[in-house]
């Protein structure tokens, strides 16, 4: 079945410093991709989104590409800040029952950063 | 426009007893679809509505159930708790269509409510 890995975590990072946290993703067919990031207390914000092969999505500082041929949809930002402390989630939407309304998350991946 | 509001926020449950939690969609979408996160799972896919109807299911045993109504808002029960079902369930809304015709996959997430069960 449909399925995303994200790279074990957490991650810690002193303010400023690149960020990449890796995901794959096995799917049936080739749907959007997203990144969620989730802060203390809160539900999931849809960080950004891919609609197809090749394409990149960005959203306050954060990249990531839709890389068909390796699977994978890496989040990157180039300088980190102490605001983005949260967990970020790689989702996937799959095929099944009548709908494209299931998504399937990576196991999430801690961030930490440091001022 | 509004977000996606669940009510209640946090909710203590003593064993054997059920519970019933519930989420607005963001104004004109029509598709809810339901989560539950715990610490040891992760973000798990519970069931999704659109039109009244259960369009997808995950693996939960029958306690879980839901329903939507015809202005969208959607309901999930659980009966009977039992201590594992502590957890924080998150409603999630989507157009089911979007602005060019296809299906439009992306997902807004409301706060979550707290379920703690005793």
């Known amino acids: 079945g449909d399925s995303v890995t994200q790279m074990e975590g957490p991650v810690t990072l002193s303010e400023e410093a690149f960020l990449t946290i890796n995901c794959t993703y096995t799917a049936t067919g080739y749907p959007s991709l997203f990144w969620y990031v989730q802060y203390p207390g809160e539900g999931l914000q849809l960080l950004l989104k891919a609609t197809k092969a090749d394409d990149k999505g960005s959203n306050k500082g954060f990249e990531a590409t839709y890389r068909k041929e390796t699977t994978s949809f890496h989040l990157e930002k180039g300088s980190v800040q102490v605001s983005d402390s949260a967990v970020y989630f790689c989702?996937?939407?799959?095929?099944?029952?009548?709908?494209?309304?299931?998504?399937?998350f990576g196991q999430g991946t801690i961030l930490t950063v440091h001022p | 426009k509004a977000g996606v509001t669940q009510t209640p926020r946090y909710l203590i449950k003593t064993r054997g007893q059920q519970v019933t939690l519930s989420c607005s969609p963001i104004s004109g979408h029509r598709s809810v679809s339901w989560y539950q996160q715990t610490p040891g799972q992760g973000l798990q896919f519970l069931f999704e509505y659109f039109s009244e109807t259960q369009r997808n299911k995950g693996n939960f045993p029958g306690r879980f159930s839901g329903r939507q109504f015809s202005n969208s808002r959607s309901e999930m029960n659980v009966s009977t708790l039992e201590l594992g079902d502590s957890a924080l369930y998150l409603c999630?809304?989507?157009?089911?269509?979007?602005?060019?015709?296809?299906?439009?996959?992306?997902?807004?997430f409301g706060p979550g409510t707290r379920l703690t069960v005793t």
């Open positions: 999630a809304s989507r157009a089911f269509r979007g602005s060019y015709g296809g299906t439009a996959y992306e997902q807004y």
């Open positions: 989702a996937c939407p799959n095929a099944g029952g009548t709908s494209y309304g299931k998504l399937t």
